[in-house]
């Protein structure tokens, strides 16, 4: 699976947005950007994923860049809830044959809000 | 509707023990993924199983090894434990279509001494 580069920390003030991002210079054609987030002391959840396009969701937006390396997890309005690492995944299904894949986590970003 | 349930949630062993960690998946899901997370660390992918078969396996030791029964449940077993198998292990359900999301359930913190 292809790289990504997150940065290790961010912070944000309660009910402001906030956009996460990710690098993925080496991504391929058929990788798709996927995004978990782990809040403390439980596991990852699935927040978002997509491969071309922009894609909304109740719980983030995820913007793709035109060239598809780069990408931003925009939360719109943080809450304390939100705190979490979030994590920036690539994974192509294809290379993994039907029916079965894993995720490639890296260390992900940790998120603070402030109130 | 039940997630994915992972039991014990704590375990102590000693070095050189054998252990069985266990999961339930999502009603509904047929693929289990075991992952290995060390503090301060992303989850490691340990092995995924399909059909009660090992369809793909992370790089780790056969020391680590598992199965999945016909209701879809899995365990994970781990033999001649080291200090350095102290982690969290986490298990993750999905279908096992191609693209399908994974759901994770809270892990076992097991802590070898």
């Known amino acids: 699976d292809a790289k990504t580069t997150q940065p290790n920390s961010m912070e944000s003030n309660e009910e402001e947005p906030v956009h996460l991002p990710c690098n993925h210079s080496?991504?391929?054609?058929?990788?798709?950007i996927h995004w978990y987030r782990q809040l403390p002391s439980q596991g990852p959840e699935y927040v978002i994923h997509?491969?071309?396009s922009n894609v909304n969701n109740r719980m983030a937006s995820l913007a793709i860049a035109e060239d598809r390396k780069s990408s931003t997890l925009i939360l719109h309005r943080a809450t304390l809830r939100d705190a979490a690492v979030y994590y920036c995944?690539?994974?192509?299904?294809?290379?993994?044959?039907?029916?079965?894949?894993?995720?490639?986590f890296g260390k992900g970003t940790k998120l603070s809000v402030i109130p | 509707d039940a997630g994915v349930t992972q039991s014990p949630t704590h375990l102590i062993k000693t070095r050189g023990q054998q252990v069985t960690l266990r999961c339930s998946p999502k009603?509904?899901?047929?693929?289990v993924s075991w992952y290995q997370q060390a503090l301060g660390q992303g989850p490691q992918f340990i092995f995924q199983?399909?059909?009660?078969?090992?369809?793909q396996r992370g790089n780790f030791p056969d020391r680590f090894s598992g199965h999945q029964f016909p209701n879809y449940s899995s365990e994970l077993n781990v033999n001649a434990l080291l200090l350095g198998d102290s982690a969290l292990y986490l298990c993750?359900?999905?279908?096992?279509?191609?693209?399908?999301?994974?759901?994770f359930g809270p892990g076992t913190r097991l802590t070898v001494t």
């Open positions: 199983y399909y059909e009660e078969e090992e369809r």
């Open positions: 997509g491969l071309t």
């Open positions: 993750a359900s999905s279908l096992g279509g191609v693209n399908g999301e994974q759901y």
């Open positions: 009603s509904g899901h047929d693929t």
């Open positions: 080496t991504i391929s054609g058929t990788d798709y």
């Open positions: 995944i690539l994974r192509d299904p294809w290379s993994a044959g039907a029916g079965s894949y894993q995720l490639t």
